[in-house]
């Protein structure tokens, strides 16, 4: 039985509770986004390479991988306030860590740690939609705690350009500090605890026990691998861009922040496709097509580069396309797989979005051994991977009659 908290009244929670909620929730997509556009800066800095640099990406997309796994079960036994905070403490210290590291392998284990915090957020923020609301009004909360994730994840590239090119890479960690500081202390003002700790909830050996169980049906793992390829050209291109930004195009990082706002933009269009769709179609016509247009967009951007047509807009104007198949395409894909343990959603959701980032950490650590003086190895790799996606829909059948079978 959903219900609201004793201390709050209706307008405090739609209003005032919903805010705080979407500050914890766009701390990470925020904290990752600023970063991106200092990776050439911190290459230059510390000397490595790209691949030694890239670490400082693809570990914490590990560590976040787990986070996400962990927090949601520790919100349950310890109460989510407790997991908030809690995760806001590990985020400041990792960013702390980040913000004073003298060597590559500090800032790596700096950013491991500030991840595993951020992940909080976004894990204990829906559960705390899902102690307080019916699952009607709960969907509408959710799209609007999306809605502030995408726009912090539009404008943090831009923000963190600008931090690095005025005041140092290591300024956006201070920004970092500074930002999820003020979020501690209006969690510990003004959230109040939505489920009191439950020393009987489900242990991890449980949990675990029933996520291999998913792994091993057919069409979840479809539904894992499609979607793990496709958002793994997310995290290939995010994190290669920057540094062909600036050594392929000869542009300052500032301007990857702008360029970014293609993809968050595609992606917003993409989810909001979505809800406009439902009515008239299954979720099977928008994996499809979705699915095509990442390939497109891939392919797109690939052909122009190689034709050398390598200005920035011939590059992301494409790649937006793709953003906006992901967008259409993901959700759905996710739904499906969720579904297909209605039972264990938490758990399958946890899983499938655990598979996907460690999936994707791994593509972009061994995609950072690519040259960076051109974007083709990008953009090879995100057309390849596309491909794959989509011949997925056929490699894996029973992924399209579970999406026709999903109720809309």
Same mark, same amino acid.
């Given at each position: 039985?959903?219900?609201? /908290?004793?201390?709050?009244?209706?307008?405090?929670?739609? =209003?005032?509770?919903?805010?705080?909620?979407?500050?914890?929730?766009?701390?990470?997509?925020?904290?990752?986004?600023?970063?991106?556009?200092?990776?050439?800066? $911190?290459?230059?800095?510390?000397?490595?390479?790209?691949?030694?640099?890239?670490?400082?990406?693809?570990?914490?997309?590990?560590?976040?991988?787990?986070?996400?796994?962990?927090?949601?079960?520790?919100?349950?036994?310890?109460?989510?306030?407790?997991?908030?905070?809690?995760? *806001?403490?590990?985020?400041?210290?990792?960013? $702390?860590?980040?913000?004073?590291? @003298?060597?590559?392998?500090?800032?790596?284990?700096?950013?491991?740690?500030?991840?595993?915090?951020?992940?909080?957020?976004? $894990?204990?923020?829906?559960?705390?939609?899902?102690? *307080?609301?019916?699952?009607? =009004?709960?969907?509408?909360?959710?799209?609007? *705690? %999306?809605?502030?994730?995408?726009?912090?994840?539009?404008?943090?590239?831009?923000?963190?350009?600008?931090?690095?090119?005025?005041?140092?890479?290591?300024?956006?960690?201070?920004?970092?500090?500074?930002?999820?500081?003020?979020?501690?202390?209006?969690?510990?003002?003004?959230?109040?605890?939505?489920?009191?700790?439950?020393?009987?909830?489900?242990?991890?050996?449980?949990?675990?026990? %029933?996520?291999?169980?998913?792994?091993? +049906?057919?069409?979840?793992?479809?539904?894992?691998?499609?979607?793990?390829?496709?958002?793994?050209?997310?995290?290939?291109?995010?994190?290669?861009?920057?540094?062909? +930004?600036? @050594?392929?195009?000869?542009?300052?990082?500032?301007?990857?922040?702008?360029?970014?706002?293609?993809?968050?933009?595609?992606?917003?269009?993409?989810?909001?496709?979505?809800? =406009?769709?439902?009515? =008239?179609?299954?979720?099977?016509?928008?994996?499809?097509?979705?699915?095509?247009?990442?390939?497109?967009?891939?392919?797109?951007?690939?052909?122009?580069?190689?034709?050398?047509?390598?200005?920035?807009?011939?590059?992301?104007?494409?790649?937006?396309?793709?953003?906006?198949?992901?967008?259409?395409?993901?959700?759905?894909? %996710?739904? %499906?797989?969720?579904? *297909?343990?209605?039972? /264990?959603?938490? $758990?399958?959701?946890?899983?499938?979005?655990?598979?996907?980032?460690?999936?994707?950490?791994?593509?972009?650590?061994?995609?950072?051994?690519?040259?960076?003086?051109?974007?083709?190895? +990008?953009?090879?790799?995100?057309?390849?991977?596309?491909?794959?996606?989509?011949?997925?829909?056929?490699?894996?059948?029973?992924?399209?009659?579970?999406?026709?079978? @999903?109720?809309?």
């Amino acid at each position: 039985m959903h219900r609201r /908290h004793p201390g709050l009244t209706p307008g405090r929670t739609d =209003r005032a509770l919903l805010l705080l909620l979407a500050a914890i929730t766009a701390l990470a997509p925020i904290a990752t986004n600023l970063y991106l556009p200092a990776l050439p800066a $911190v290459r230059e800095h510390f000397g490595g390479t790209v691949a030694e640099v890239q670490a400082t990406f693809s570990v914490s997309l590990v560590t976040f991988a787990c986070g996400i796994l962990l927090w949601g079960p520790f919100s349950d036994r310890y109460g989510r306030r407790t997991a908030i905070l809690a995760g *806001l403490v590990i985020l400041v210290a990792g960013a $702390v860590l980040s913000l004073t590291a @003298t060597t590559l392998p500090a800032l790596v284990a700096g950013r491991a740690v500030q991840a595993f915090g951020s992940a909080t957020g976004l $894990v204990v923020a829906r559960a705390i939609l899902s102690d *307080l609301y019916p699952i009607e =009004r709960m969907s509408k909360a959710l799209a609007q *705690l %999306t809605m502030v994730a995408v726009t912090g994840n539009a404008l943090a590239p831009v923000i963190g350009g600008y931090l690095t090119a005025g005041f140092g890479w290591r300024s956006i960690f201070g920004a970092i500090v500074a930002t999820a500081v003020v979020v501690a202390i209006a969690v510990w003002r003004g959230l109040p605890e939505t489920r009191p700790p439950d020393a009987h909830a489900p242990r991890g050996r449980e949990m675990a026990r %029933t996520a291999w169980s998913l792994v091993r +049906m057919p069409m979840f793992a479809g539904c894992v691998a499609q979607s793990a390829v496709v958002y793994a050209t997310f995290l290939v291109f995010i994190s290669l861009a920057p540094y062909v +930004m600036v @050594t392929a195009l000869g542009r300052p990082p500032t301007e990857f922040g702008y360029y970014y706002l293609f993809i968050a933009v595609g992606y917003f269009l993409g989810n909001w496709s979505v809800s =406009r769709y439902m009515a =008239r179609h299954d979720l099977h016509w928008m994996v499809v097509r979705g699915v095509l247009l990442t390939a497109v967009g891939a392919v797109a951007a690939l052909a122009f580069v190689a034709l050398g047509l390598e200005h920035p807009l011939w590059i992301f104007v494409p790649i937006g396309v793709l953003s906006y198949g992901q967008g259409l395409a993901l959700p759905n894909v %996710t739904a %499906t797989a969720v579904s *297909l343990a209605p039972r /264990h959603a938490g $758990v399958a959701s946890s899983t499938i979005g655990f598979l996907q980032q460690m999936i994707g950490a791994g593509a972009v650590q061994w995609m950072g051994h690519s040259p960076t003086d051109t974007a083709l190895p +990008m953009l090879g790799f995100c057309a390849a991977a596309c491909l794959a996606g989509l011949g997925m829909l056929y490699v894996f059948p029973r992924v399209e009659a579970g999406a026709r079978r @999903t109720p809309r």
